[in-house]
């Protein structure tokens, strides 16, 4: 068979393990092609006290003309952090240029955390990417993302929802579009849920593993870039959100083992070989 082939459209950002670098790699250990679209070049994550960056709209058009001299066909197309309201629009378009109807969409809505917007975002940026959500197969927010998009107050403490509420969340955003849903990291006493919902068999899935430590830099990247490489290989989101959580939960162990500062993220690099078939 073939490698198959993802593009993934995200930040290349220097210090802070998340977006493309950890797609790129994750991707590769699942078997699968990541074709980057590098949406802005950065120092670090913004989380950092502060980060120079190079944006990359202009360029993207230019990149993407390219691969479609090329014939580019798509297996999967996967989009993470976007720097505005005018690169989700254009990532739009991508979709519709170079999705086939077997390309399967992954949409991973990142707008903030912790009940706030990351930097640069706000209500424009939430309108724009619940479009995005429409186009997707799977969407993987975390609770601060469910409600941004559902017009709920962010600064809900996951601490104060139950968990039937948090389904529900999921649920409702399967009507925008994805057939499956995954919210991904409420904490809950001393666990980490996992919460999916796939509208095709109007069911849930879940996964918990125990809490450790604070908050880490491009957890939310990681579990998205497994479940990536999982469904793209034939996986089921329930074996993959699996899979996900185990590699994830592994990968913090060792970060809270090393005392890793949280802006500079997870341990993931020594852990990889769990994705391996
Ligand atoms: O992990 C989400 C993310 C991705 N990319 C950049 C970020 C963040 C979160 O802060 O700053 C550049």
Known sequence: MAVPKVAAINDLSGLGKCSLTAAIPILSVCGVQAVPMPTAVLSNQTAFESYTGIDLSMDMPMIAAEWKKRKVSFDGIY????????????????????????????????????????????????????KLCGKADVITPNLTEVLF?????????????????????????????????????????????????????????????????????????????????????????????????????????EAVEDKTDPNEGVAFEHHLSLLFD
């Open 79 to 130: 989009t993470g952090y976007l720097s505005g309201v005018s690169q989700v629009e254009w990532v739009e378009q991508f979709m519709q240029e170079f999705a086939n109807p077997q390309t399967k969409i992954f949409v991973d809505p990142v707008l903030g955390d912790e009940g706030v917007y990351y930097r640069g975002f706000g209500d424009e940026m939430c309108q724009a990417m619940k």
């Open 149 to 253: 998009l559902l017009g709920k107050k962010a600064e809900l403490k996951a601490e104060s929802q139950n968990l039937e509420q948090i389904r529900s969340y999921a649920k409702q955003l399967s009507q925008l579009g994805p057939k499956t849903v995954i919210i991904t990291g409420v904490s809950q006493g001393e666990k980490i849920w996992n919460i999916g919902y796939s509208a095709k068999e109007d069911s849930f899935f879940e996964v918990s593993t125990q809490k450790t430590g604070e908050g880490y830099s491009g957890t939310g990247d990681i579990l998205t870039s497994v479940i990536c490489g999982c469904m793209i290989k034939g996986e089921s989101p329930q074996k993959a959100l699996k899979k996900a959580a185990a590699f994830l939960q592994a990968s913090i162990e």
